[in-house]
């Protein structure tokens, strides 16, 4: 907890014993851990039933004689499991949270341990959304991946999808028309657009890779996700109810090629049915390996401290280039009318770069709306990590 600029002695939280992962020090790459949290809309509002209460998307292991809510498709070896929790805050303390209050809402049985997505967060409309990647691997293909055409583009999956759940017990939301769980932990929201035979009702949107940080536009909710592409194209697309993000027909707006992973022509707006990257007459929001190679999902601007910047979408990319090792990320705006993306100027550093290797890992926002990024130059397990204010 940073409070008035200090950080307090004490963790909200520590799940570190919770935790699966390498977290090997000399390794600067690995995609589990705790990746995601998100407060809920009544974290501050006594009587509300999400009041103090927040919730985690991170790896653990799979406890014995359990499953997870999802098993791993194809009956794929699980070596780990993806997981939100609940968490209820201390009775006693108003900045620690109680380690016994532990919830498990839902869980995705993982064979490769890529692409997990990252970001678990609440819409304007309440309910909780969670970003999951394709699986794992490469091409979308693989132990865990289904034929023909993987898993993204599979509805019979969470994985490669963004879900929506109300992630609430049902107890707590008896007045609710929305259908409880199979596991009884949380409902699903009626208006979700899947529900035929054998289809995953928590599916909201699908076609993704590895959608990592996605966030919703304060002024009118759109949700904007960063999805990370493979050898060539980084994207940035506006998600909507059960539309299709073409992987892994398409990686951006080029058609891809799941037997080799090359790209082939770029075709946008083909085939019909698949949604590309945001675009308008100076562009489109994506980019080739020659500029990063790992896009890291932001905010759309609607602070007060930086005027040009309202309304624009500020993001980055983990690094420039991928070794030795993965170093130099980058810091972006784009204009998501104009489809125009540009680099931020950075005079008061060295080269007008991030010094010293630093990569790109995530943004947050404050109550006001002020912009903040989290950099690091040592691996998953290192002290590295940095917080900018923009």
Do not use: C
């Amino acid at each position: 907890v940073l409070q008035n600029g200090v950080l307090l002695p004490t963790p909200a939280l520590d799940i570190q014993s919770r935790l699966v992962g390498a977290f090997n020090p000399n390794n600067a790459n690995d995609e589990r851990g705790l990746l995601g949290l998100a407060f809920s809309p009544g974290f501050s509002t006594p009587g509300h039933v999400g009041f103090g209460t927040l919730y985690t998307f991170n790896s653990e292991a799979i406890p014995p004689a359990t499953s997870p809510t999802f098993i791993a498709p194809n009956n794929a070896t699980q070596n780990y499991k993806t997981v939100v929790n609940e968490w209820k805050m201390s009775a006693t303390d108003p900045n620690v949270v109680d380690p016994a209050s532990r919830r498990e809402v839902i869980s995705f049985g993982k064979n490769a341990n890529n692409h997990n997505g990252g970001t678990v967060a609440f819409g304007p409309d309440g309910y909780l959304y969670l970003a999951l990647g394709d699986g794992g691997n490469a091409n979308d293909v693989g132990a865990s991946h289904i034929e023909p055409g993987g898993n993204a583009q599979n509805l019979t999956t969470p994985l490669g999808k963004m879900i929506r759940i109300d992630p609430y017990h049902p107890s707590l939301t008896t007045g609710s028309s929305d259908a409880i769980s199979g596991n009884g932990q949380y409902r699903i929201p009626a208006t979700n657009p899947f529900g035929g035979p054998g289809q995953v009702p928590e599916i909201y949107a699908y076609g993704l890779r590895n959608p990592y940080r996605f966030s919703f536009d304060r002024a009118n909710g759109d949700l904007i996700q960063a999805d990370v592409g493979q050898n060539n194209i980084e994207e940035i697309d506006r998600i909507t109810l059960g539309g299709n993000y073409g992987w892994a027909v398409k990686e951006g707006t080029f058609l891809f090629n799941r037997s080799n992973g090359t790209i082939g022509a770029r075709s946008p707006g083909a085939p019909a049915g698949l949604i590309d990257p945001l675009s308008g007459p100076l562009g489109t929001l994506e980019y080739d390996h020659t500029d990063g190679i790992s896009v890291t999902g932001g905010f759309v601007y609607r602070g007060t401290a930086i005027p040009e910047l309202y309304g624009k979408y500020v993001f980055g990319d983990l690094a420039i280039r991928n070794a030795p090792p993965r170093v130099d990320g980058r810091i972006f705006y784009a204009d998501l009318v104009s489809g125009e993306i540009l680099e931020f100027v950075l005079p008061h550093l060295l080269d007008d770069k991030l010094p010293n290797g630093l990569t790109v890992h995530g943004f947050g926002e404050d109550g006001s709306g002020e912009l903040y990024a989290a950099v690091t130059n040592t691996a998953s397990s290192g002290t590295g990590g940095i917080i900018y204010k923009f």
